[in-house]
T-cell receptor
Framework: NAGVTQTPKFQVLKTGQSMTLQCAQD?????MYWYRQDPGMGLRLIYY???????DKGEVPNGYNVSRLNKREFSLRLESAAPSQTSVYFC?????????????FGPGTRLLVL | LAKTTQPISMDSYEGQEVNITCSHN???????ITWYQQFPSQGPRFIIQ???TKVTNEVASLFIPADRKSSTLSLPRVSLSDTAVYYC????????????FGKGTMLLVSP
């Protein structure tokens, strides 16, 4: 099992460009999450999907959109990238939602917006 | 969400036991306490979870006093590879919530 995979690993964008970060999990988990982590900070939740077909905003959703394509895949889209979106983005999944569910994280995507 | 407070950083030497304490004064009745570990350039990894008293697994122990207003992650005989950031998380009392990561505790293990 690969667990949680993310593509790309690195990306450089110019201000105003758009891109989609891809995430897939092979653990048959119901819930998936997107976080961002800025230097010296903890992770902040952008969006999550409690189950296939549903998505909800997290703590910092502005400037992002998500799609739960199917049970395996959860993508994060930046429509018009801004330098403030320079960060490391982590995708995670859990069997179900809830604060007692273990979340499994991907390796991250490092994004630089110039 | 219940707020957690942990030390920003801790230093230790190889072979020592390390205890990281987290305070969560407003923890709700149905909240669990979960600890994650994060190495540089990697996503966080689950270490241990507990509700009350003591929980032990192959990696760590978690001590939770009766009032549950704090918890202590204990790492026995640390090695250099335990150098990482450790996050303490609790829920929002609803029993269903997303996780909120604070800044965590940066543990540096020296030879």
């Amino acid at each position: 099992n690969a667990g949680v995979t993310q593509t790309p690993k690195f990306q450089v964008l110019k201000t105003g460009q758009s891109m989609t970060l891809q995430c897939a999990q092979d653990m048959n988990h119901n819930s998936m999450y997107w976080y961002r982590q800025d230097p010296g900070m903890g992770l902040r939740l952008i969006y999550y999907s409690a189950s296939e077909g549903t998505t909800d905003k997290g703590e910092v959703p502005n400037g992002y959109n998500v799609s739960r394509l199917n049970k395996r895949e959860f993508s994060l889209r930046l429509e018009s990238a801004a330098p403030s979106q320079t960060s490391v983005y982590f995708c995670a999944s859990s069997e179900a939602g809830g604060n007692q569910e273990t979340q499994y994280f991907g390796p991250g995507t490092r994004l630089l917006v110039l | 969400l219940a707020k957690t407070t942990q030390p920003i950083s801790m230093d230790s030497y190889e072979g020592q036991e390390v205890n990281i304490t987290c305070s969560h004064n407003n923890i709700a009745t149905n909240d669990y306490i979960t600890w994650y570990q994060q190495f540089p350039s990697q996503g966080p990894r689950f270490i241990i979870q507990g509700y009350k008293t003591k929980v032990t697994n192959e990696v760590a122990s978690l001590f939770i006093p009766a009032d549950r207003k704090s918890s202590t992650l204990s790492l026995p005989r640390v090695s250099l590879s335990d150098t990482a950031v450790y996050y303490c998380l609790v829920g929002d009392g609803s029993g269903y919530s997303t996780l909120t990561f604070g800044k965590g505790t940066m543990l540096l293990v020296s030879p």
